[in-house]
C-alpha cells in the first residue's frame, strides 16, 4: 500500500468499519426491526472496504428486509480475529477464507454445508465445476473469484528500451536469460524483476509442471526438495547475474509495488493483482502472459486459485434464506462485480465470466484474458493447504531471504523449508 503505513492503515480500516456498520444498521432501522441482519467479514484496504461496504448497500436495498453489518480489516488481522471469534464461538454469519487457514476451518467444521441452503444457486455451474469447489467431498465454501499465476511486464517500458520479449512458448531458462541480458544492457539501468523467491502460486505452477503438487489429497506436501531446490536456484542465478533487484534496493521481501514499480521491466504474481498495482503507474501500460512452461511440463499443470467465503456453522436458521442470497449475490450477479471490480479475481460464475469478459477493457480484460487461458485449459485436480500450514508462506519468505543474502545454500533451505512445513502438519494431527 502507498502513503500509509500499517499501523495507520489499520486504524482507517476501524474507523470505516465502524462508520459503515452504523450506517447499515441506520437503513435497517428505516425499514423496522423485524427484518435479518447478517454480519459479513472481508479482508483488504481501504478501496476494497469501500467497494465491498456500497455493494452490501446496494443488495440490501434489492433485498426489502435484509440488512448487513459489515466486518472489516485487513489480511492479518482478519486472520487474527477470526481465531478470537472462532474461540468465543462468535464468527460472522458470512466470512472470507484465508486460504491457509481453509482445511482448517473445514476440520474445524464451521462452515455450513452450502448444497443445504436453497436460497444458494448453483444452477449456472456444471457438475464437474461444483466438484471442484468441494473440500472433502462436501460443497461448504463457495468460490466467489478466480486468479491464476502470470508473468507481469511493462510494456511502456519494452517499447522505450527497444527489447523484444521471448516468444509465447519461452520456458524458464529462455525467460532468466532475456531478464539477465536486459539487465546488463538497457538505457535506465532497470533490473529485469524484483526478488520474489516466495511468489507462493509462480511456485505451484513450477511444481505442478514437473508433476508435483503443492499439496496432496491426503494433506501433506506434495513436492520434493530437488523442485525446491531447483526454483531456488533459478532465482538464485538471476541475482547473482544482476537481473533481479537486491533485498536492499527493495526493502526486503515482499517488495512494494509502490516503490519497486519504476526499478524493473517484470515481475511474477497473481493476475488480479494487475488491477490495483497498475493505478499506481497510470502513464504506462502493463501486460500479462502466461508463467513460462518447462520444455518437458506435465500434461494438466495449469490451475485456478479459488478465494472461498462461507456461511458460519452456527449461524441461526431463520437467517439462513438471506445468507444464502447473499452468497448468491457475491457469485452469480453482474452487478456485484461491477461495484466491487475485479480486484479479487474474475467472476466464477461462468455466464457473468463471459459477460463480464465481453466488455472488458484495458486491465480488465488483461485480467480475465488470463484467466480464461487456464479456465479453457486440462486442469489435474488441486488441493488446499491442509491444517498446520499457515506459516509455511512466512517459512518461505525467510528461506528465500537467507539465500538471497549467502547465509543459506539452495540445497539447504529447500531442505528446511520442507522440514518445517511438516513438521508443522505433524503437529497439527
Given at each position: 500500500m502507498s502513503g500509509l503505513d500499517r499501523r495507520g492503515f489499520l486504524k482507517l480500516a476501524a474507523a470505516g468499519a465502524l462508520g459503515a456498520g452504523l450506517t447499515a444498521c441506520g437503513a435497517g432501522d428505516s425499514g423496522g426491526g423485524d427484518g435479518t441482519t447478517l454480519r459479513y467479514a472481508w479482508w483488504g484496504n481501504n478501496v476494497r472496504q469501500q467497494n465491498y461496504t456500497k455493494a452490501l448497500k446496494e443488495f440490501a436495498a434489492k433485498n426489502p428486509g435484509i440488512q448487513v453489518e459489515p466486518e472489516f480489516a485487513d489480511y492479518t488481522a482478519f486472520q487474527e480475529r477470526m481465531t478470537t471469534q472462532m474461540a468465543a464461538r462468535d464468527v460472522a454469519d458470512i466470512f472470507w477464507v484465508a486460504s491457509a487457514q481453509v482445511m482448517t476451518y473445514h476440520k474445524s467444521n464451521i462452515y455450513r454445508r452450502l448444497d443445504?441452503?436453497?436460497?444458494?444457486?448453483?444452477?449456472?455451474?456444471?457438475?464437474?465445476?461444483?466438484?471442484?469447489?468441494?473440500?472433502?467431498?462436501?460443497?461448504?465454501?463457495?468460490?466467489?473469484?478466480i486468479f491464476v499465476p502470470v508473468f507481469r511486464y511493462n510494456e511502456t517500458f519494452a517499447e522505450e528500451d527497444g527489447v523484444k520479449l521471448p516468444p509465447a512458448d519461452a520456458d524458464w531458462d529462455a525467460w532468466s536469460e532475456f531478464?539477465?541480458?536486459?539487465?546488463?544492457?538497457?538505457?535506465?539501468?532497470?533490473?529485469?524483476?524484483?526478488?520474489?523467491?516466495?511468489?507462493?502460486?509462480?511456485?505451484?505452477?513450477?511444481?505442478?509442471?514437473?508433476?508435483?503438487?503443492l499439496w496432496s489429497e491426503d494433506g501433506n506436501p506434495g513436492f520434493t526438495a530437488d523442485s525446491v531446490r531447483a526454483?531456488?536456484?533459478?532465482?538464485?542465478?538471476?541475482?547473482?547475474?544482476?537481473?533481479?533487484?537486491?533485498?536492499?534496493?527493495?526493502?526486503?521481501?515482499?517488495?512494494?509495488?509502490?516503490?519497486?514499480?519504476?526499478?524493473?521491466?517484470?515481475?511474477?504474481?497473481?493476475?488480479?493483482?494487475?488491477?490495483?498495482?497498475?493505478?499506481?503507474?497510470?502513464d504506462y501500460s502493463f501486460k500479462l502472459r502466461s508463467v513460462?512452461?518447462?520444455?518437458?511440463?506435465?500434461?494438466?499443470?495449469?490451475?485456478?486459485?479459488?478465494?472461498?467465503?462461507?456461511?458460519y456453522q452456527g449461524i441461526d436458521d431463520d437467517k439462513l434464506e438471506a445468507a444464502g442470497k447473499l452468497i448468491s449475490y457475491n457469485t452469480n450477479d453482474p452487478a456485484m462485480i461491477k461495484t466491487v471490480g475485479l480486484t479479487m479475481g474474475a467472476p466464477v460464475n461462468p455466464k457473468v465470466f463471459e459477460q463480464t469478459l465481453a466488455a472488458a477493457q484495458g486491465d480488465d480484460k488483461e485480467s480475465l484474458d488470463a484467466v480464461q487461458v487456464s479456465r479453457k485449459a486440462e486442469r489435474r485436480p488441486r488441493f488446499e493447504a491442509p491444517p498446520g500450514t499457515s506459516t509455511w508462506r512466512t517459512a518461505m519468505a525467510r528461506v528465500a531471504e537467507e539465500i538471497s543474502l549467502g547465509r543459506l545454500s539452495t540445497a539447504d533451505g529447500a531442505k528446511r523449508l520442507l522440514d518445517e512445513i511438516s513438521a508443522g502438519i505433524a503437529r497439527a494431527k
Open positions: 443445504e441452503v436453497p436460497s444458494v444457486d448453483l444452477a449456472d455451474y456444471s457438475k464437474e465445476e461444483l466438484e471442484s469447489f468441494k473440500l472433502g467431498g462436501q460443497l461448504n465454501t463457495m468460490p466467489f473469484g531478464l539477465i541480458d536486459y539487465s546488463k544492457d538497457n538505457p535506465k539501468q532497470r533490473k529485469g524483476m524484483p526478488y520474489e523467491a516466495d511468489a507462493d502460486m509462480v511456485f505451484e505452477a513450477w511444481l505442478r509442471q514437473r508433476g508435483e503438487l526454483w531456488f536456484d533459478w532465482w538464485d542465478k538471476m541475482q547473482k547475474a544482476g537481473a533481479v533487484l537486491t533485498l536492499s534496493e527493495q526493502e526486503g521481501m515482499g517488495p512494494d509495488w509502490a516503490l519497486v514499480g519504476k526499478k524493473v521491466l517484470a515481475k511474477v504474481g497473481n493476475s488480479n493483482h494487475i488491477i490495483d498495482d497498475a493505478k499506481m503507474f497510470p513460462p512452461a518447462a520444455k518437458d511440463a506435465q500434461a494438466g499443470h495449469p490451475f485456478l486459485y479459488y478465494p472461498r467465503m462461507a456461511i
